[in-house]
């Protein structure tokens, strides 16, 4: 991987994305001086609303990434669907961190387990297919009747995935992913789904933030506990997988780790986000460096900021119609509320969050 490090600190800190993860690392790059010019194809975003300048384009749009480039120091981008193609054509421009090569592994669910697999990373096993026969096919092999199939791109909070329960479900999963290519998974019985989230400098330093469990409803992230209440050895094992990731990459930013913890105690990896990650959102109220800022001075040429916490803490994400229960926490001392400033409430829609915190022990 070529990347091209800075020898100065950037003053100015370009986000492709205009969602909440740009808006929050955005308003942590204000607090360290450091001002924020978002691209994004919507007129108004979450992002747009707290950046120093916004750039309404689509992600093809050669004129205006050109435009966009020469206003900044250093590219990042705030979700992993991106074309990496846009990605390519910026960092002839300008440094683009994290770098292309691990949005590309990131985007594509055959080169993201291939990858976690090649490192020792232990993954659902899986197979490729292209066709219903070759799910038949897996199956046969694995002497199995029931498994996962996703698309291998654009699946996100259970999106372009189907369950197999027996054989006969197979050629109406694989209709109703309505893909060319997919991956096969066998099914993980999983205890617990948990999540490291890793920040890595450009001076080669790394630290991860403290194991969190996570539980979701309708397939969307509802609560993060931090840290996951599990023993210190799975701890542990959770954290080294994510360091080794970022190590192997040769990461300069943040990335998260979504792992599942099985009945038998075995760690294993689920999927790579290439960004701050929904489970990390605590990290702003509840330690000294948020993973925003972490996000914001990795790639700033800034070094990596300490992980540690200084409370235990709670993510309540508000989701759709939940944001109504703001009011519930606006005279709750411990409660840290966040809104994304999205005018409308949409089901499924992520409006905000909400940090409980609870102070460490002396
Ligand atoms: P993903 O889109 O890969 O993040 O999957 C979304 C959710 O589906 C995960 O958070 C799990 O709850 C579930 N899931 C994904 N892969 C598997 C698997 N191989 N076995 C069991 N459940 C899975």
Same mark, same amino acid.
Request: negative net charge; glycine residues 6%.
């Given at each position: ?40 194809? @919507? ?113 996100? @909070? ?42 890595? @400098? ?161």
């Amino acid at each position: 991987m070529s990347q091209t490090f800075l020898n100065k600190p950037a003053r100015t800190l370009g986000i492709l994305g205009g969602g909440q993860l740009g808006r929050m690392s955005a308003l942590a790059a204000a607090r360290l001086g450091i001002k924020t010019h978002i691209f994004c194809p @919507d007129q108004e975003s979450p992002a747009s609303y707290v950046a120093a300048r916004s750039f309404v384009a689509a992600y093809d749009d050669q004129a205006a990434l050109a435009e966009f480039a020469q206003s900044v120091d250093v590219i990042s981008y705030e979700f992993e669907n991106i074309p990496v193609e846009t990605v390519r054509y910026l960092k002839t421009l300008k440094p683009v961190f994290p770098d292309d090569d691990l949005l590309e592994i990131a985007q594509h669910r055959w080169s993201e387990k291939q990858f976690l697999n090649d490192i020792g990373i232990p993954t659902a096993q899986w197979s490729k297919a292209i066709c219903a026969d070759d799910v038949r096919v897996t199956l046969h092999k694995w002497d199995a009747t029931s498994c996962i199939i996703k698309t291998t791109r654009l699946g996100y @909070d259970g999106k372009g995935q189907a369950r197999i329960e027996t054989l006969s479900d197979i050629d109406t999963a694989w209709s109703s992913l309505k893909t060319e290519e997919a991956i096969v998974e066998s099914l993980v019985s999983f205890k617990h789904e948990i999540s490291v989230i890793v920040a890595r @400098d450009q001076f080669g330093k790394t630290e991860a933030y403290c194991p969190v469990l996570n539980d979701h409803k309708n397939h969307i992230l509802s609560k993060t506990t931090a840290p996951a209440p599990l023993n210190n050895a799975l701890l542990n094992e959770a954290s080294q997988m994510a360091v080794k990731l970022a190590e192997k990459l040769d990461l300069v930013g943040v990335l998260g780790l979504e792992l599942f913890v099985t009945e038998d105690g075995q760690i294993i990896a689920n999927e790579i986000a290439p960004r701050t990650h929904n489970s990390g959102h605590w990290t702003i109220d509840a330690c000294a460096v948020s993973q925003f800022e972490n996000h914001v001075r990795t790639v700033c040429g800034l070094p990596v900021g300490k992980t540690n916490r200084h409370c235990d803490a709670v993510m309540l994400n508000l989701i759709g119609d939940d944001v109504a229960l703001v009011e519930d926490y606006l005279t709750q001392a411990n409660a840290c509320i966040h809104l994304y400033g999205k005018p409308e409430i949409r089901a499924g829609r992520k409006m905000g969050h909400i940090t409980l915190l609870t102070p460490l022990k002396k």
